[in-house]
């Protein structure tokens, strides 16, 4: 009898242990809401455009005793919103935005970003620096089917069961093969490679 309390015991001990475990350290994931969105800019000599992008996550941003180990999001090219114009021209932009001299939106329909690690940012305040960054995001962009590593700080904040990431940079789209209005030499029909980047990502556990 005393073997049989003393193994009931050790079980219960066991499954408590689990219990705390499965609390202590498992991953949380944090649907994305509407409010998340990415800012975007291209340049050109003397002016600039600039839009929108909205953000879907099927998997939402994952957490892990208090700090965000994953996640992977899309941005659907269907959704770009070009901000600065209006009527026929606002179109137009957006129509060409789509096609193979940008994004071949047919072909590759989102730009992804998959977040690979997440480490302490000790950079200090700069400028294109976000306000407040703690970390350092590096994971894979893939823009027109191709994957490129790319790292950046960013503002990371969990509280109320609710979470927030925001950051800015820029990115060269010569390194995707976005290679249109390329060539500086003629600057009526020239676009700087650098599209500026500004995005926030607002979450809820679910």
Known sequence: MKK??????????????????EQDTGTQSYALSDESVLMWEGRKPGTANYGSLDVTSTEGILVKN???????FSFPL??????????????QLEDHLK??????????????FEIKTIKAYTGGAAEGVTEGANYTVTGDLTILGLSKEIS??????????????AAELEINRFNWGMNYASNPDEPLHYIYPEIAIDFILEG???
Not at 99 to 112: G, H, S
Not at 152 to 165: D, L, Q
């Open 4 to 21: 049989i309390f003393n193994c009931a015991l050790l079980a219960i001990a066991l499954l408590s242990s689990c219990e705390k475990d």
């Open 66 to 72: 208090g700090k965000v180990t994953g996640g992977s």
């Open 78 to 91: 269907s959704t770009i919103n070009v901000m600065n114009m209006t009527g026929e021209p606002k179109g």
């Open 99 to 112: 096609t193979p001299d940008f994004f071949n939106a047919a072909l590759y329909p989102a730009v992804k």
């Open 152 to 165: 950046f700080p960013a503002k990371i904040s969990i509280t109320n069961n609710k979470i927030t990431v």
């Open 204 to 206: 809820n556990r679910k």
